[in-house]
């Protein structure tokens, strides 16, 4: 079977023809075609379609894992990779206490929204989300609890009109992860979150929701989460106690 034309061209322009398949099937997987989560293609499926030797499709599936769109499972095959399930905060922070003692270390928190509002975001906050100035978005606070304490307090912006759906859905009716209802009612995936960690001092209001003193150390997480195709899904900030935080990493 002859090569793919396109192929031909774009290695006649100095791509790599392993590179310019990686392209194609990226482009599937952006454009949904390969939904996240679903198997792709056997490989030897796809170097029939495409007109190329077995070597070559096995190149363009690396360069893909490589960068973390695609995720290969031992004996069942290659996968477009599943969105995060909630990237969990808990993994800064360790509550525990005489009151708590008994909660898992790796608990869901309990969710509770404050607010959920659509308001107007400010310049810095829609060129987040590549919106125009004067751009409309929702704004949610909401505490997180654990074993009846309340534990982390969280502000968070989305983009409208993409998270439309959850303006008037019921709040009460909010799961205590916002990853996998984005999914279910948004059709948003969250591919990947970046989160970056400072310290201050708590305010009066979040000394109050926190039930801590004033000024007392806060360790501040600020995540920007995104989906498949890079765009900016959520802007958040986590307040917790900073005599709670915890950061561990391996290195070698």
């Known amino acids: ?22 392209k194609q099937l990226q482009d599937k997987i952006l454009a949904g075609e390969w939904p996240s ?13 495409f007109g190329i030797a077995l070597g070559t499709i096995r190149q363009a599936i690396a360069v893909l894992v490589q960068q973390g ?17 909630g990237a969990s905060m808990m993994r800064f922070f360790r509550f525990r206490s005489e009151a708590d003692a008994e909660a ?46 309340p534990r982390l307090l969280e502000s968070l912006w989305l983009p409208l009109p ?49 039930a801590l003193p004033v000024s007392h150390p806060c360790a501040l997480v600020t995540r920007q989460a995104f989906d498949i195709q890079g765009q900016c899904v959520e802007y958040r900030l986590t307040r917790g106690d900073a005599y709670a935080f915890r950061y561990a990493a391996e290195i070698r």
């Open 104 to 149: 898992p270390l790796t608990t869901v928190p309990r969710s509770e929204i404050l607010s959920c509002r659509s308001v107007r975001l400010d310049k810095a906050m829609a060129a987040r989300f590549a919106l125009d100035s004067g751009a409309r978005g929702l704004a949610i606070s909401r505490r997180r609890w654990v074993a009846d304490h």
């Open 69 to 85: 769109l695609l995720e290969r499972v031992q004996g069942k095959g290659t996968f477009v990779r599943s969105g995060l399930s």
């Open 37 to 49: 989560g679903s198997a792709i293609p056997a490989e030897s499926a796809l170097a029939s379609q």
């Open 162 to 210: 993409r998270c439309a759906a959850l303006q008037d859905f019921p709040t009460a009716e909010w799961g205590d992860l916002l990853y996998p209802m984005l999914n279910q009612r948004c059709g948003i995936t969250v591919h990947r979150a970046m989160d970056e960690v400072t310290f201050r001092q708590l305010d009066a209001e979040e000394a109050e929701l926190l």
């Open 1 to 22: 079977m002859p090569d793919n034309p396109n192929v031909q061209s774009a290695a006649a322009a100095g791509m790599s023809r392993y590179g310019q398949i990686a």
